[in-house]
């Protein structure tokens, strides 16, 4: 095996950040290696933030004594000096109306979700902050991964280690140099690499790696170490007669994660193929593997047929399985469209070397990346002689298939149409007679049902007419009772009474009784009589009332 040369190689090249000039490089050498061995590969550009910093300094100028730093993912170019001040945590700063006009800001960066955080920094841009050293949860590691957003346009910033920021806090109201350094050369792309080996049949399979690095990040564990075994699995693979088609995807700017956490490169992949969803039966995610105190883990989503069928393969590893149905990382993307994933790996939280220089080559055991490559290789054999676990059901210009996370604006949409007259939400806004606090009850409504959607794709189904979403139901589970329930359920009002409901039920129903389930249960209001009807006919009984009451 090569694994470790290819490793070896990637390592070699050093950090890989994302939409940089390295990375580039380094999908070149994966497509290079592969053409030396007669093997095509494709690199595809695609719109992407690029990290071009190349160092920063830091320096107290009373004393000009130089502070181990480094510029923080996507931080802008500049040189500044001003006098430093300390600013708490991003949820708890020390002031909220603190002068910061031309001041170098020393803060801890914790708190607050994405969208949150950006905002954050661009008030400091806002309120004239000339530069900002946020301080890293490691002794003396330096993640420069800690703040990645390219919305922040002119406000330079670096990452010190927990060290270092406790010695730059003494030097608090005193002048401190910033500098942030950028290549000449602007790019604002990135690429995948893709090697497609061919099936017989319209089915597909993803297997994934990403090769990029968080920044000033060798990336030896995270993810140089899925990059080298899925190079190998995709040298073993080619040339062979398949029934499906395989992809093996190296993926660029996974590091970088955007609003949703989930890779840019897999995004990209999957909005090129997404007139081919129907025919995918699952995604395969190779991501951190190798690490040497690392314990084997499978994250896993999708049907109870795929998630046994993953079970039954015998693996040279003892592993903990664990379900995740949320968007993240580069299987997110596969996430969104509802498709059924793997991801392989044995990180684990807290692994103080994550997203740092010191994810280094001798941190990484070849011989279990090794064991895992025949551990996935059997993986690969067992799914590519299945069939997708949902498949997509027409009936004239109707469809019904798995929702998507694209979908979601048109079933909100659905949602407070539908819902208007049945909804509690609305009635208690009747009743008072006002708005109830600061949304209307549609809104309220809407933030329950994207919230579920968001958690767990694979519980919903869209119905389609002529490519237009028309109606929508949810399935929500109880494991530990054994029931499945009917979540929401809604058509358009325009498109009732021609048997959607009752369609979209059947499938509900299909999909409950394959995932193993044979007690079911559903809710309603007594004012939607079209529901009830729908359940009844389905063979659902009632069997309890209650009453809600309300009170001015």
Not at 100 to 118: D, S, T, V, Y
Not at 367 to 379: D, P, Q, T
Request: one cysteine or more; charged letters at 25%; glycine letters at 8%.
């Amino acid at each position: 095996m090569e694994i470790k040369e290819r490793l070896l190689q990637l390592c070699e090249m050093g950090p890989r950040a994302s939409g940089s000039w390295a990375e580039l490089r380094a999908a070149e050498y994966i497509r290079e290696t592969f053409r030396k061995s007669g093997i095509d590969a494709q690199i595809e550009s695609f719109e992407s933030p690029s990290h071009l910093a190349l160092y920063s300094k830091v320096i107290g100028i009373e004393n000009e004594k130089s502070f181990t730093s480094l510029p923080t993912q996507f931080s802008p170019a500049g040189k500044t000096v001003g006098k430093l001040v300390y600013m708490g945590t991003i949820d708890n700063p020390v002031s909220d109306d603190m002068d910061l006009n031309g001041k170098i800001g020393l803060l801890i960066p914790a708190g607050g979700k994405i969208q949150e955080r950006i905002d954050f920094f661009l008030n400091l841009e806002k309120r004239g902050l000339a530069g900002l050293i946020v301080i890293c949860s490691t002794m003396d590691l330096i993640n420069a991964k800690i703040i990645r957003y390219p919305e922040i346009k002119r406000l330079p910033s670096v990452a010190v280690a927990w060290r270092t920021g406790l010695e730059l806090k003494s030097l608090e109201g005193k002048d401190i140099l910033l500098e942030v350094e950028h290549e000449k050369r602007i790019r604002n792309e990135s690429q995948n690499v893709i090697v497609r080996v061919q099936g017989e049949g319209r089915h597909w399979i993803t297997v994934s790696a990403h090769y990029d690095t968080a920044a000033f990040c060798p990336g030896a564990a995270d993810d140089g170490g899925g990059a080298a075994v899925v190079m190998e699995l995709a040298e073993s693979f080619a040339g062979k007669k398949l029934p499906a088609t395989l992809y093996f995807l190296f993926t660029g700017s996974e590091e970088y994660g955007g609003l949703d956490m989930t890779g840019a490169g897999c995004k990209a992949f999957y909005r090129k193929h997404s007139h081919e969803i129907e025919n995918c039966i699952a995604h395969l995610d190779i991501d951190d593997i190798g690490n040497l105190l690392g314990s084997f883990q499978l994250f896993v989503a999708g049907p109870k047929a795929f998630i046994d069928t993953l079970k039954a393969i015998p693996s040279p590893f003892k592993y903990k399985m664990q379900d995740k149905t949320t968007a993240s990382c580069d299987h997110g993307a596969a996430v969104m469209f509802g498709i059924p994933y793997v991801f392989i790996t044995d990180v684990f939280e807290g692994r103080p070397n994550f997203h740092t220089p010191d994810d280094k080559l001798e941190y990484v055991d070849v011989g279990k990346l090794e064991r895992y490559f025949n551990y996935i290789y059997a993986v690969i054999l067992k799914f590519v002689s299945a069939a997708p676990y949902h498949p997509y059901i027409r009936d004239g210009e109707r469809l019904i298939r798995s929702a998507y996370f694209a979908d979601i604006p048109d079933i909100l949409d659905i949602t407070k149409q539908a819902f208007e007259p049945v909804s509690s939400d609305r009635m208690r806004q009747d009743f008072f007679d006002e708005k109830l606090g600061t949304k209307e009850w549609h809104e309220y409504k809407n933030e329950e049902v994207a919230s579920t959607l968001k958690a767990n794709i694979y519980g919903a189904i869209v119905c389609e007419i002529n490519e237009k979403i028309v109606g929508y139901a949810t399935t929500l589970y109880d494991a530990e009772r054994g029931i499945a329930s009917i979540g929401n359920n809604a058509v358009y009002s325009e498109y009732q009474g021609q048997g959607i409901g009752k369609a979209m039920q059947a499938e509900i129903n299909r999909r409950m009784l394959a995932d193993g389930y044979t007690k079911f249960a559903v809710s309603t209001l007594s004012n939607d009589i079209a529901a009830q009807k729908i359940y009844e006919k389905a063979g659902y009984q009632k069997y309890i009332e209650s009453y809600h009451y309300l009170k001015k």
